[in-house]
C-alpha cells in the first residue's frame, strides 16, 4: 500500500491541506476586532483569578482592562480598590446574592487626579455566592460585567 505512490502524495497533502482549511475557517468566520464606538455597550469578561481567593479580580475587554483588589474585609464591610488601564469617567458598583436579583449600586470614589484609581467601601458579602456587578464608563462607552465575590477573601497555603 505505501508503494501507491497516489496514497504517499495523500499522506503528505492531507495535513496541509487541513491546517490551510482551519486557517481559512478561521479568517472567514470570527469577529474582525473594531475600536469601542461611544454611545455603545460591551461586556467585560472576569479572568480567572476572580474565582479564587486571590485579593485580585482582573476584567477585560480588548484593551480594555480593570483590576479590583480587595483592600481590608472585615465581617461589616468590604474595601476595594481599582487600577484601570485607561482613565475612567465613572464606576458604578452592586453587591447581589443572585443574579436575578435587584439593588441600588454603588458609585466608586476616584482616588487620583488622572482617573485611573477608584476606591469604595461597600457591604460584606453575604457568602463567596453573591456576585458583584460593574459598570465603567470611559470616553463615552459602557463596559458592564459581574463576577462572584470569591476573590474578596486573600487565602495563600503559608496563611494557614
Excluded at 479580580?57 to 480598590?81: H, P, Q, Y
Excluded at 465613572?90 to 443574579?99: E, N
Excluded at 482616588?111 to 455566592?129: N, T
Aim: glycine share 4%.
Amino acid at each position: 500500500m505505501l508503494k501507491n505512490k497516489h496514497v504517499i502524495i495523500a499522506l503528505l497533502v492531507a495535513p496541509i491541506l487541513s491546517v490551510i482549511a482551519y486557517l481559512a475557517t478561521d479568517i472567514a468566520l470570527s469577529e474582525k476586532p473594531h475600536a469601542a464606538k461611544e454611545g455603545q455597550s460591551y461586556k467585560l469578561l472576569s479572568k480567572s483569578n476572580c474565582r479564587y481567593t486571590s485579593g485580585l479580580c482582573d476584567m477585560e475587554n480588548g484593551e480594555f482592562k480593570i483590576k479590583f483588589r480587595a483592600e481590608k474585609l472585615t465581617e461589616d464591610g468590604l474595601v476595594l480598590s481599582l487600577t484601570s488601564v485607561f482613565p475612567l469617567d465613572g464606576i458604578k458598583l452592586a453587591l447581589v446574592d443572585t443574579l436575578d436579583a435587584q439593588t441600588q449600586p454603588t458609585d466608586m470614589q476616584p482616588s487620583s487626579q488622572d482617573g485611573k484609581h477608584w476606591s469604595v467601601q461597600l457591604p460584606a458579602p453575604a457568602s463567596e455566592k453573591s456576585w458583584l456587578r460593574v459598570a465603567a464608563q470611559a470616553d463615552g462607552v459602557i463596559y458592564y460585567g459581574d463576577t462572584q465575590t470569591a476573590f474578596v477573601t486573600y487565602q495563600t497555603l503559608l496563611s494557614e
